[in-house]
């Protein structure tokens, strides 16, 4: 089962920035947090992930508490383009590691 | 990011007959390679982990007598549906892993679909 609680669904109007939580409580202390999000009928793309600092890419920025039992996923200016499903998935780095995906976020950008 | 391609993109095939998906890692030598489903409205599913030049491990429920994957190059893998069946109609997604240069994402292949009639 997956590790992460996320919203079913968000809407965003295009231009703003759109802010998607995700709830890892249980998450353990070699876990990072790892963003994909998949396209209708496409395959998942890699986001950014991070283990508790904040990150920041080209795509998007990631928030983790203090605590590391919630983050927020940030697309600063939302385009119809980024219209697509949310995975957020918790997972340890450095072997082969599996992805649980959950059932994400469905993000609807609206012009 | 690493490009990864898949082949057949879309694949019509009459129950009974197998059917061969190849997963193409194309700028990245991928250590590790992962099969993944999805049915209609649903999130992926792992089906299984291959590693270049080892048996495949599959997941609870995935029967590997009916799913044979062969990676026998670190940018190759493929998945043989043998005597597919309507049930197994879905879209069949690899992901690359690991390797040279060393990477900790995953990166994605475009899917394949797959539909027996």
């Known amino acids: 089962d997956a590790k992460t609680t996320q919203p079913t669904s968000m809407d965003c109007a295009e231009g703003r920035a759109a802010n998607l939580p995700c709830n890892h409580s249980?998450?353990?202390?070699?876990?990072?947090v790892y963003w994909y999000r998949q396209i209708h009928s496409q395959g998942p793309q890699y986001i950014i992930h991070?283990?508790?600092n904040n990150e920041t890419n080209e795509m998007a920025s990631l928030i983790i508490t203090e605590d590391r039992k919630s983050s927020t996923l940030i697309l600063p200016h939302a385009t119809l383009r980024d219209t697509a499903v949310y995975y957020c998935?918790?997972?340890?780095?450095?072997?082969?590691?599996?992805?649980?995906f959950g059932k994400g976020t469905k993000l609807t950008v609206n012009p | 990011g690493a490009v990864v391609s898949q082949h057949p993109s879309w694949v019509i095939c009459k129950s009974g007959t197998s059917v061969k998906i190849e997963c193409r890692s194309l700028?990245?030598?991928?250590?590790?390679m992962f099969w993944y489903r999805q049915f209609p409205k649903q999130s992926l599913m792992l089906m299984a982990t291959?590693?270049?030049?080892?048996?495949?491990?599959?997941e609870q429920g995935v029967e590997k007598d009916k799913f044979l994957i062969n990676h026998a190059s670190l940018t190759l893998s493929t998945l043989t549906v043998t005597s597919a069946h309507p049930e197994d109609s879905s879209f069949y997604i690899c992901?690359?892993?690991?390797?040279?240069?060393?990477?900790?994402?995953?990166?994605f292949g475009p899917g394949t679909r797959l539909t027996v009639t």
């Open positions: 998935i918790v997972a340890t780095q450095g072997g082969s590691e599996k992805l649980v």
């Open positions: 249980t998450i353990s202390g070699n876990e990072y």
């Open positions: 991070g283990l508790k």
């Open positions: 700028d990245f030598q991928a250590t590790t």
């Open positions: 291959s590693n270049e030049g080892s048996k495949a491990t599959y």
């Open positions: 992901s690359i892993y690991g390797g040279r240069p060393l990477s900790y994402e995953q990166y």
